[in-house]
């Protein structure tokens, strides 16, 4: 067979993982498609006695904003959208800088790897808001909060997101160094 | 120096994998995320519904987003956005609506905004306060043609789309009796609801939707009719007045009830046009003036004057209404006998299906009905009174028993003409004035004065002294009596008499020595020829015998019995007399005449009677002491030849002895048949009632009053007879018999005139009646209700006015 094998535990032995960027693509486009419903279709779903509502993220970004909540507003807003895009943008710029054997700005690179990779499990919060509320406010007729078709898709996207960093392989940066040298 | 060791050299092999080994299976994830989405998306954009438009004019208390549509109750879909229509006119909701509902939105859907609603009938939509309003739709069960653009009614229907049931629109001319949601009653159950009554497009009636559940819709038909119950009803009748309340929905709201009279109707379909009537009365009588009715029309030929009679009036067949005057005319009719004639023709409708017959008979079977009732059942037209104190006539069709034989005139133009009988017109005035000058002729007054009197005169009577006095004075008449016999000169009289035959006997004694034997030989032959001469004359008897006959058939000619009938009623009516109450009085007559003979036994030329017989024996003993001192048998010879004339005369006589012997038979016979039994139960009974005044009381009790004075009595007495009580009593009685006998006469015609009375009181009721449903004081009671409704109406759109907007009772507004 033509996989070099370690002698003493039998495992392939690989120096690059050929199928790396191939895997990074795949889970980021998943999470780009999960992020779209994410944020159209909503988020919670709040019925009270007097009324029932849907809020999306972008939604509850605005209502804060309108309630004058900017702090809340402004971390909510980063946090659910402005991380994951900024995600999205910085493993696509990574994968093509790789595809294409950029040269420059190799150590700023592996630095932003780092960020994406460290920032991204933090995503997350606004899942644990939604499924903290949803298991807390379930009065019945009175209150309900239930989590709506975004919160699934917003985890997913999260987490396929995080899947796609961990499968950059962050030595392919260096790489095209020392097929230039 | 220790080289460290170098690890073995690799043996590296590049693979040539192919694309597809190359191609990672986690590209399986983006496209399962993919799919997952789009098959979300899908799912979310079929599942989001339909997109409906309902304009409403008032969208109070809808909000976007949150507003829902229901349908039964169980949410569809939802308030999508709201907009104004161009024009600002209307508010356009838009809906999104479950897809599986959706098909059902077809024409006849309709939608409206369910609030709090507080009325007469109950409180719905109270749930609403809370929740807010929400849209409720109502459809059939049938898919159709799908409409996506709705107009929403402004008040919740009434009847709902899905219900089973019939709608029908009423017609009527007035509709301030009606409103929206009021009952619609069948035998006092509640059937179906009224919805707003609408002016039609001409203006010119009302027409409201009806509602009628199922299955009561099943009883109306083409036949039925439909009236306003209008809360309540006043009739005044004879029995009173009487109030009748339908419910009290309807006290309020008023209502309609419906009844189908006359089966055979076409059952009918939603939309059918009713009208609707003021009473039931009208709507019963409504059945009948279907101007499609087939009706039979006949010429009726009055005598006289018609007027009260007017187009319009009604037929009457024993009281029941068959049909409807329709035109009055003059025709001059051609008589053969008196020449032109003006006669007044009255056409009548007759409805053949009042006649008892059925639905389908024509008017030629209502023809030959008719017919067959004059000739047989002497069926006759007659103008009848309908309202006594208008003077409205109607035409009755009465079967008069007495009518003479007649037939319906077949050939006559334009129409049949039925035969008539005398009209029973009734004019008010006159038989009041009759009733009552009848009542005012009784005697009554003077039949209480004249007993009042006869009372008191009887009261006198009995209350007299006299009256009681009576036994004593009969007492004092025999002592009276007594005393006269016992007198010295009534004890001397039959010594006188004594003396008188002796010298009688002296006297025949010196008659005989006087050859008065031979002298009455001669009187005897004298007498012979007297026989002789009677038996002669006896020969004439057959004649006399032939003239007795005559004349005692002449007697029997004579009316005895009704002359002895005559004298024993006579004798019953002074029995009844004497035992009248009039005849308690005679007791103290008897006592006057009591009193009276007393007076004149005790009289001295009673007393004095004694003394003059004695001295009249007296005179004719001395008469025959002179007798006999006279030559008396000479005297007496002479007597004897007197006697024997008397015999010649006796002879002479003897001739019409035949004629006084018939007499006497005539007499006997006469006698013989008068009815002596008759006569003497007539005295019988005239004693027994004589025999039961004694035993009456009063005179029972004269023996009590004993001690009243004599004088008084007297007085009394000769009171009585001056003042003629007696006679007043008898005067009173006969005023009062004469009272009685007028009694008698009015009471004759009493039954006439109670059932002229009744049919009066029948006439004043039906008049009340008639004027009862009617009146100015129902109408007035009518309009004060409806006062009441319109108030409650405010505080019921006050009510729904706080309760869709509970906030403005804070904010002011």
Redesign the interface.
């Known amino acids: 067979m033509?996989?070099?094998r370690c002698a003493r535990c039998h495992g392939a032995?690989q120096s690059r993982d050929?199928?790396s960027l191939?895997?990074v693509w795949?889970?980021l486009?998943?999470?780009v498609?999960?992020f779209?419903?994410a944020n159209?279709?909503p988020m919670l779903l709040t019925n009270t006695?007097?009324?029932?509502?849907e809020s999306t993220i972008l939604g509850g970004v605005v209502d804060l904003v309108h309630h004058h909540a900017y702090g809340i507003a402004a971390i909510v807003f980063v946090a659910s959208i402005l991380i994951p895009l900024g995600k999205f943008l910085a493993i696509a710029y990574l994968a093509l800088s790789v595809q294409r054997r950029s040269v420059i700005n190799m150590h700023q690179r592996h630095k932003l790897y780092d960020v994406v990779e460290f920032i991204g499990r933090w995503s997350m919060i606004d899942v644990f808001v939604v499924a903290i509320l949803s298991a807390l406010v379930q009065l019945n007729t009175i209150a309900s909060i239930n989590p709506g078709?975004a919160a699934v898709?917003f985890a997913?996207s999260v987490i396929?997101t995080m899947f796609s960093a961990q499968?950059f392989d962050a030595r392919m940066i260096w790489d095209a160094d020392r097929t230039a040298t | 120096m220790t080289d460290t060791p170098t690890p073995a050299p690799?043996?590296?092999?590049?693979?040539?994998p192919g694309l597809l080994q190359?191609?990672?299976l986690?590209?399986l994830?983006?496209l399962?995320?993919?799919a997952?989405?789009l098959w979300?998306?899908w799912d979310?954009y079929a599942n989001q519904g339909t997109l409906i438009e309902i304009a409403f004019e008032n969208a109070s208390g809808i909000k976007a987003?949150?507003t829902e549509v229901k349908y039964k109750d169980v949410t569809i879909g939802r308030v999508e956005s709201v907009e104004f229509a161009e024009g600002l006119g209307e508010v356009l909701v838009h809906a999104r609506i479950d897809p599986t509902i959706a098909p059902y939105l077809d024409q006849d859907a309709s939608f409206w905004v369910v609030r709090p609603d507080v009325s007469v009938r109950g409180i719905s939509g109270l749930d609403t306060v809370?929740?807010?309003v929400y849209i409720e739709g109502s459809w059939n069960d049938e898919p159709d043609v799908q409409q996506y653009a709705f107009v929403g009614l402004e008040e919740p229907p009434i009847a709902r789309v899905d219900q089973a049931g019939v709608a029908i629109t009423l017609r009527t001319k007035d509709g301030s009796s009606l409103t929206s949601g009021a009952p619609i009653l069948h035998k006092g159950i509640q059937v179906g609801y009224l919805e707003t009554p609408r002016l039609s497009a001409d203006g010119q009636s009302v027409t409201v939707s009806a509602f009628v559940d199922a299955p009561y819709d099943r009883r109306i038909t083409t036949n039925t009719r439909f009236w306003d119950t209008s809360g309540f009803s006043i009739s005044l009748g004879a029995g009173g007045i009487a109030l009748n309340v339908n419910s009290i929905a309807s006290l309020i709201e008023g209502g309609i009830a419906f009844d189908t009279i006359v089966s055979g109707g076409e059952p009918v379909e939603d939309g059918d046009l009713f009208d609707l009537f003021e009473s039931e009365e009208v709507a019963r009588n409504s059945l009948f003036d279907d101007p499609d009715l087939p009706v039979l029309n006949l010429a009726i030929l009055f005598d006289g004057s018609v007027s009260g009679l007017t187009a319009g009036a009604e037929v009457r067949f024993r009281g029941v209404r068959v049909g409807t005057v329709t035109d009055l005319s003059a025709v001059a009719v051609e008589d053969r006998v008196t020449g032109p004639l003006v006669q007044l023709r009255t056409i009548i409708a007759v409805e053949p299906g009042r006649m008892g017959l059925s639905e389908e008979a024509t008017p030629e079977d209502a023809l030959i009905l008719i017919t067959d009732m004059v000739r047989t059942a002497n069926l006759r037209a007659r103008l009848v009174t309908g309202n006594i104190l208008s003077g409205a006539l109607h035409v009755e069709l009465y079967e008069d028993p007495d009518a003479e034989r007649a037939f319906v005139n077949l050939g006559a133009e334009p129409y049949p003409v039925l035969p008539t009988t005398d009209n029973a017109i009734a004019d008010v005035g006159d038989e009041a004035q009759t009733v009552l000058d009848r009542v005012n002729d009784l005697p009554i007054e003077e039949l209480l004065t004249s007993a009042i009197d006869l009372m008191d005169s009887l009261d006198q009577v009995v209350r007299s002294e006299g009256v009681s006095q009576a036994p004593d004075e009969i007492v004092a008449l025999l002592q009276s009596t007594r005393e006269i016999v016992a007198s010295e000169d009534m004890q001397a009289i039959p010594a006188e008499l004594r003396a008188i035959v002796t010298e009688l006997n002296g006297i025949v004694g010196d008659a005989g020595e006087a050859d008065l034997v031979g002298r009455i030989g001669e009187v005897v032959d004298t007498a012979g020829v007297a026989v002789a001469n009677i038996d002669a004359a006896t020969q004439n008897l057959p004649a006399l015998t032939a003239e007795i006959e005559a004349l005692v058939a002449k007697a029997n000619a004579l009316e005895v019995e009704a002359l002895i009938t005559e004298a024993t009623a006579t004798l019953n009516q002074i029995d009844g007399f004497i035992a009248t109450e009039a005849m308690q009085a005679a007791p103290e007559a008897l006592v006057g005449l009591v009193d009276e003979a007393r007076v004149l036994i005790a009289s001295e030329d009673l007393q004095a009677i004694p003394t003059d017989l004695r001295r009249v024996v007296g005179q004719i003993d001395g008469i025959l002491t002179t007798l006999a001192e006279a030559d008396v048998a000479t005297q007496l010879t002479s007597a004897i030849n007197a006697a024997n004339s008397a015999a010649a005369s006796i002879d002479t006589a003897a001739t019409d002895l035949p004629a006084i012997t018939a007499e006497l038979n005539a007499l006997a016979a006469r006698a013989n048949t008068l009815d002596l039994e008759g006569l003497v139960n007539a005295t019988s009974e005239t004693l027994n009632s004589i025999n039961a005044l004694v035993g009456a009381d009063t005179t029972q009790d004269l023996p009590a009053s004993l001690s009243v004075a004599l004088d008084e009595m007297a007085m009394f007495l000769a009171e009585v007879r001056e003042g003629g009580a007696i006679t007043n009593v008898n005067a009173a009685l006969a005023s009062a018999a004469d009272a009685a006998q007028a009694i008698e006469t009015a009471a004759a015609s009493l039954p006439a005139l109670s059932a002229r009375a009744t049919a009066l009181v029948g006439q004043t009721d039906a008049v009340l009646q008639s004027y009862g449903e009617r009146s100015r004081f129902n109408a007035e009671t009518m309009s004060t209700l409806r006062d009441i409704q319109e108030a409650a109406d405010a505080v019921s759109s006050l009510a729904r006015a706080i309760q869709r907007n509970p906030n403005s009772l804070l904010t002011g507004r």
Do not use: H, M
Request: net charge neutral.
């Open positions: 033509g996989t070099a032995l050929t199928q191939q895997k795949a889970w486009i998943a999470g498609i999960l779209i419903p159209i279709y006695l007097v009324e029932k509502s078709i898709s997913l396929f499968s | 690799l043996d590296i092999q590049p693979g040539k190359r191609l990672s986690v590209w994830v983006p399962i995320a993919l997952a989405s979300v998306a979310n987003e949150e809370l929740s807010g």
